[in-house]
């Protein structure tokens, strides 16, 4: 259908069937039966023939001042439907964890814009639960988030960027907050700050099969934190236990001791989902900065030996 609309726009622009068809490049009776088979879609003329030429109907002009916005919006679309299918966008629409911007994120965008200078990125600062409903409408891109990216790998293109330990943060005073390393079983008797599943979808579930499997016991969760900050201070006031993944461990917070978990398999992972379709361009430079970056800082946090906290610490 598109192409006897297009063609009806040329012969009123015209005012010939002769001239349009030639501006067209096909003969003049093709042409008129591309004007017959639109007419008989609508059910009424469109044209008035004469010897002189055509002139429009009220109905033909009606449909000619619609018609021209419509297939220029379509004709937009699908150009922006094309870049997309090549890899190729003006824009890049990032939904991202906040604690891991500065260190993963920074030096990967700074990448894609040495690249792509023209290219406009969009930064959303976003829970994984809402990266992950976001990502699903069509709002963002790219996820740089959790292990609950994992959830996405049926719908999307996933990958893990970093695998790396954990940690358990505990009131500063604790008598375990002085040791080195701990194992999951010496956590049994604490009490440990939940996740909402809105934001951190399937976390307190990993937690509690992590701590069943590998520690011996099954977690008392009493309260859940709406944020890290509301987490950590939870822990500080209320003598819990949070865990948390390695790359927080020079988190500002006050009141709070930060030891690692010896267990192998206490693991957490940084990961990316994207929307399916050819990967290249922006996204691409994106994609090889994130892994990259994960792959440098992973090897700095190795060398690196985790900064106690104490209460006298200040954010």
């Known amino acids: 259908m598109l192409a006897p609309l297009r063609s009806f726009l040329v012969i009123v622009q015209e005012s010939s069937l002769h001239r349009a068809a ?18 008989a879609e609508l059910g009424g003329r469109l044209l008035e023939r004469s010897t002189s030429g055509v002139s429009v109907t009220a109905a033909g002009r009606a449909l000619a001042v619609r018609l021209r916005p419509l297939l220029e919006d379509y004709d937009g679309m699908m150009a922006a439907a094309r870049r997309l299918a090549r890899g190729e966008s003006e824009q890049l629409r990032i939904g991202y964890l906040a ?12 990448q894609v814009r040495r690249e792509f200078p023209k290219v406009k990125i969009k930064l959303m600062d976003l829970s994984p639960g809402e990266q992950i409903a976001a990502l699903r409408r069509g709002e963002i891109d790219v996820a740089l988030t959790g292990q609950e990216g994992a959830l996405l790998q049926r719908d999307f293109y996933w990958r893990t960027l970093a695998t790396m330990p954990v940690l358990a943060v505990l009131p500063a005073d604790h008598a375990l907050a002085k040791r080195k390393q701990l194992k999951l079983s010496e956590l049994r008797d604490l009490p440990f700050v939940g996740s909402p599943e809105s934001d951190l979808p399937g976390r307190q579930r990993w ?4 701590l069943r499997k590998h520690g011996g016991f099954r977690p008392h969760f009493f309260q859940e934190a709406t944020s890290l900050s509301d987490g950590l201070l939870l822990v500080a ?3 819990a236990v949070a865990i948390l993944p390695d790359y927080l461990r020079d988190y500002p917070a006050v009141g709070v001791a930060m030891v690692p978990i010896s267990d192998a398999a206490a693991r957490w992972d940084l990961s990316v989902a994207w929307q399916r379709g050819r990967t290249g361009g922006p996204l691409q430079a994106l994609l090889d ?3 990259n970056t994960a792959r440098s800082v992973c090897a700095r946090r190795e060398a690196k030996p985790v900064r106690r906290r104490s209460a006298r610490t200040s954010a």
Do not use: D, F, H, K
């Open 207 to 210: 937690l509690t099969q992590l």
């Open 289 to 291: 900065g994130l892994a």
């Open 99 to 110: 604690s891991v911007a500065r260190e993963y994120l920074e030096p990967a965008l700074a």
């Open 237 to 239: 006031n209320e003598g």
């Open 22 to 39: 030639a501006a067209l490049r096909i003969s003049q009776p093709a042409l008129s039966r591309q004007v017959q088979a639109l007419e």
